[in-house]
């Protein structure tokens, strides 16, 4: 579906009667917004690249002069440049799936037997990543103490002052930094 044109090159998690949309801005300014549902029915065939550089080139992105309106991917009538995939797919999914073997990764994504759709495998990860944060925010807060507030905060740009993260992801992101986890 084509919506009007927007100056953003990406929006996610919109709702819409179908469930959540994500949208992207191909090089000529069309705006594709896309379902969770569609982006699980696209079929994209298995591609090597190895012996066709130039074809993985002239599909990479749809702004250059390299681009010539051709892609494995198809939306909506429209030749999908490569460089929109992370827009239409997450990765986290695929990220997960790869850490372990397939056996396991279905068994952790089944239920009575039966596969979890895309959409579920993604909101068990992000509840599951809620979780971790919540509990690395607690535990930066409980090993830091007095020195929590110095160590987790960021300068805001609107007022140029100091301003302490009390969101656990934020907080959950700087401890791995600075634990190098």
Known sequence: SNAASSNSTS??????????????KLGDNTIITVTANEVQSLSIPATSFAEDIDRLNAMWDDTSSYGKNDSIVKICDHAIALVYLPDIFKKKCVVHYRQSTPDEFWAKFSKDGRKLSYTAICARLRNERKSTDKELAEQARQEYGSEFEGKFRYRCSRTNTWVVMTKDSSIAKEYKHIRNL
Do not use: P
């Open 11 to 24: 929006a996610a998690s919109k709702t819409s009667s179908s469930g959540a949309t994500r949208s992207f």
